[in-house]
């Protein structure tokens, strides 16, 4: 659901960006939600169902083993931080040694860290236009160099690995997409060669 833009009193003097900022950091939400500042809205959204969390999960562990011997590792349920943005990728892959690339306040990764994000894609038009459009402009305005997102809902299951991001356009310039079942590799970063395969996104859909 989206959150209405309600701010301080002494909002008129701030600027949208900041006033977002500062109604996101006092929001307290219940357990089983999270907050997001995705183009100019506040959206709050709840974890997601077992199938997504069994992607992740076997997406997580297949990643930790790819990383075990390097200077990086997989987060989630932690903010990623760019210009008064706030996001929270179900899973992202940035240094594992974090102090020196949070946020001041503490309250997440500056953008500029992370490497690679995915999102698992949850049902509903609104989700989906979150994921597909929304967050894949988001990502490429932040120079996040991959973005992954492992789709149920589109056709019968897609896989879609982003990269070469263009900032000033707001997109990622190319593109692999391939079905559940056919594997992918990551082309770049300390994630490269890392394959999603049939055993981590399940069989292609009926």
């Given at each position: 659901?989206?959150?209405?833009?309600?701010?301080?009193?002494?909002?008129?003097?701030?600027?949208?960006?900041?006033?977002?900022?500062?109604?996101?950091?006092?929001?307290?939400?219940?357990?089983?939600?999270?907050?997001?500042?995705?183009?100019?809205?506040?959206?709050?959204?709840?974890?997601?169902?077992?199938?997504?969390?069994?992607?992740?999960?076997?997406?997580?562990?297949?990643?930790?083993?790819?990383?075990?011997?390097?200077?990086?590792?997989?987060?989630h349920d932690w903010n990623v931080i760019h210009?008064?943005?706030?996001?929270?990728?179900?899973?992202?892959?940035?240094?594992?040694?974090?102090?020196?690339?949070?946020?001041?306040?503490?309250?997440?990764?500056?953008?500029?860290?992370?490497?690679?994000?995915?999102?698992?894609?949850?049902?509903?038009?609104?989700?989906?236009?979150?994921?597909?459009?929304?967050?894949?402009?988001?990502?490429?305005?932040?120079?996040?160099?991959?973005?992954?997102?492992?789709?149920?809902?589109?056709?019968?299951?897609?896989?879609?690995?982003?990269?070469?991001?263009?900032?000033?356009?707001?997109?990622?310039?190319?593109?692999?997409?391939?079905?559940?079942?056919?594997?992918?590799?990551?082309?770049?970063?300390?994630?490269?060669?890392?394959?999603?395969?049939?055993?981590?996104?399940?069989?292609?859909?009926?």
């Open positions: 659901m989206e959150v209405p833009e309600a701010m301080p009193e002494d909002v008129p003097s701030l600027g949208l960006d900041e006033a977002l900022w500062q109604a996101w950091k006092s929001l307290e939400l219940p357990e089983g939600y999270h907050a997001e500042i995705v183009e100019g809205f506040i959206e709050v959204s709840p974890t997601g169902r077992a199938s997504h969390a069994r992607v992740i999960n076997r997406l997580r562990r297949a990643l930790e083993r790819h990383l075990e011997s390097s200077e990086y590792a997989v987060h210009e008064r943005k706030a996001w929270v990728p179900d899973l992202f892959v940035a240094p594992e040694d974090d102090e020196e690339f949070l946020t001041e306040d503490g309250l997440g990764f500056t953008a500029s860290a992370v490497k690679l994000v995915v999102e698992v894609v949850s049902p509903g038009h609104e989700n989906q236009q979150r994921d597909r459009v929304r967050k894949r402009r988001a990502y490429a305005r932040a120079g996040i160099p991959v973005y992954v997102l492992i789709d149920d809902h589109d056709n019968h299951g897609t896989v879609t690995v982003l990269t070469s991001p263009s900032p000033g356009e707001e997109t990622y310039a190319a593109a692999i997409r391939v079905p559940y079942g056919t594997e992918v590799q990551i082309p770049e970063g300390p994630v490269k060669g890392f394959a999603i395969t049939e055993d981590i996104t399940g069989p292609r859909l009926a």
